[in-house]
């Protein structure tokens, strides 16, 4: 079996293999790569020694068996678990996406756990998982954004033949497989990347330290690194599309950036496998360029999450002002009617968090609805608070009902995140599990003192290191049996069926989109084609005028009656209804 490694700073490197050492002799074809031949076969452990330092784990090794510290192990590829030969196809203009975290989807935290509950997610009508990052981190538990080696999956949740069950028996089920991909950082234990080469520049920097080198010398072998990482989740764990992590810190400042490379590579493996593979990026900069077809200027990524559409709607739902909802809190309606019909809030304006004009326009008449994603949660905005609390430990069943119905018969693709279809009463907190005693205690410290700015007392923000803390966070699978739970969860299959069966909720038409509301009586309808839909926040019932278009209730969440031949509608408090011809 051929080994390499690119160590170009190094003056020797040997390896250690089933407990042999073998020396790498310099590759004559390509600089500062190191090759040998030995024999080993799937499990075999070994590790590079760098000028006698180490031994530390490959690069690019798809299995860290013992961490991010320990030894690599040969996968043999060709034996993991495959899907059907076409998994299934489904359009990103079609999609519904379900975003979920492998360790606390089940309380197990493994990939087969989750495999077993998959019948959830066929029974609700989503297309895709969106898997949060599964790359080797420190530790059992955390997020999975502090991964160290983007060519190996987590050993704890499954390690590589877990990934390939769960993707095969997603496809199984006529379910495509995204995963979350975090390009702009490692994490800071267990990175031993800056040992064999220029991984990390100085040129610039992040929240996160110095940056990712994507454009100062070396930064050639830095990129086919990370691009061969991603490719190789699509190609060989059969992965349907890439959710590419806070693109906005990517710092790069080559003529050709990195995004492009990835989107160009993307579509080149699409083309030659036949598959629809696709990126969605998550970004703060409300560029449109984002989306934008790389013909035509743009980086090409095919989509990305909506943020703006997202704290519009969350000031609708829940009246909070702080922090960067102060932009869409003061006509929150207005807001959410703006990004339904010009997708970002922040196109030019004024952003009173940033201290700055922020954005730039999308051509609404030239872009498809289906290039963002829209949703109530996601893993950001609710482990990012202070308790980790989502919508449903504050909103009545009715507004969660509301909620999903903007998101779902709303003009961007939806995404759901895990738990939210039934109101899920647990929480979603910010936990970690670093070895490192000093690396605890800061992250402990950091995660309080960030919150006391805000009026949190110390004792009242869960410690992150505590067991406790990701335990709290796991779903309570008997909650979906609970008549409550049950019943927002029937609601959301219906929106499910109601999109999948109504071309016109799938229209990727933004210019055809009409909004009107009302801020002081606080209703919101929209038309998508032929169907309308009527939301009311209000605890009041209110009377809407429609128009004469001889519409009829599709499905209400409160009972609600036909409207009359002048086409006013009553609509109770706290109800959501859609209606078609």
Not at 12 to 41: F, I, K, N, S
Not at 128 to 145: A, I
């Amino acid at each position: 079996m051929q080994f390499e490694v690119w160590a170009p700073l190094t003056g020797h490197v040997a390896m250690l293999l089933d407990g042999a050492t073998y020396d790498l002799a310099r590759d004559p074809d390509r600089d500062g790569w190191w090759t040998a031949e030995a024999p080993a076969a799937d499990g075999s452990r070994y590790g590079f020694l760098l000028d006698g330092e180490g031994p530390r784990p490959d690069p690019r090794g798809r299995r860290l068996p013992d961490g991010p510290d320990g030894l690599s192990a040969v996968v043999d590829l060709e034996a993991l678990a495959r899907g059907p030969a076409r998994p299934p196809h489904v359009r990103l203009q079609d999609a519904v996406l379900y975003e979920l975290h492998i360790g606390t989807f089940t309380p197990e935290g493994t990939f087969d756990a989750a495999a077993a509950r998959l019948g959830h997610l066929t029974s609700l009508g989503v297309t895709h998982v969106e898997l949060m990052p599964v790359c080797s981190f420190s530790g059992r538990h955390g997020w999975g954004y502090d991964g160290v080696a983007p060519w190996a999956v987590h050993e704890p949740y499954g390690g590589p033949a877990g990934l390939a069950r769960f993707t095969a028996a997603a496809h199984e089920a006529g379910l495509g497989v995204v995963l979350d991909v975090v390009h702009n950082h490692l994490g800071p234990s267990g990175n031993h990347l800056p040992a064999f080469g220029p991984y990390f520049t100085d040129t610039h920097h992040t929240p996160w330290g110095s940056a990712v080198n994507l454009d100062a010398a070396g930064s050639d072998e830095v990129r086919a690194y990370l691009l061969g990482s991603a490719l190789a989740w699509l190609r060989d764990y059969g992965i349907d599309g890439l959710r590419l992590d806070a693109v906005h810190a990517l710092a790069d400042d080559r003529a050709l950036t990195f995004l492009e490379e990835l989107s160009a590579a993307v579509d080149d493996l699409a083309a030659d496998t036949g598959r629809p593979l696709f990126l969605i990026a998550e970004s703060d900069r409300c560029d449109p360029r984002t989306t934008t077809p790389r013909a035509v200027g743009g980086l090409g990524l095919h989509a990305q999450w909506n943020d703006d559409f997202h704290h519009a709607l969350h000031c609708a739902l829940t009246g909070e002002s702080q922090a960067y909802y102060a932009d869409f809190a003061a006509a929150p309606l207005a807001a959410l009617a703006k990004t339904m019909t010009r997708v970002f809030f922040h196109d030019g304006t004024w952003s009173s968090f940033r201290g700055r004009t922020h954005g730039r326009p999308v051509d609404h008449r030239r872009t498809p609805a289906h290039r963002f994603l829209g949703y109530t949660q996601t893993h950001d905005q609710i482990g990012n608070r202070a308790l980790g609390d989502r919508l449903s430990a504050s909103l009545s069943p009715g507004l969660l009902a509301c909620a999903a119905t903007v998101a779902l018969t709303g003009p961007f693709v939806p995404m759901l995140f895990m738990g939210e279809e039934w109101g899920a009463r647990t929480p979603w907190q910010y936990f970690t599990d670093h070895q490192d005693p000093g690396l605890a205690e800061a992250v402990r410290s950091g995660r309080r003192r960030e919150f006391a700015a805000h009026g949190w007392k110390a004792e009242e923000v869960p410690d992150p290191q505590d067991p406790a803390t990701r335990d709290r966070s796991c779903l309570d699978w008997a909650e979906p049996e609970q008549a409550l739970h049950a019943r927002l969860l029937d609601w959301y299959r219906t929106l499910v069926s109601l999109r999948r069966t109504h071309h016109d909720l799938r229209d990727p038409d933004l210019a055809a989109v009409r909004v009107a509301h009302d801020e002081e009586r606080r209703w919101l309808t929209f038309r998508r084609g032929d169907v309308r839909v009527a939301v009311n926040l209000s605890p009041d019932p209110v009377t809407i005028a429609l128009g004469r278009n001889g519409v009829r209730v599709l499905a209400c969440w409160e009972p609600v009656d036909h409207p009359g031949p002048d086409g006013r509608i009553h609509v109770p408090g706290e109800t959501a209804v859609v209606l078609a011809p």
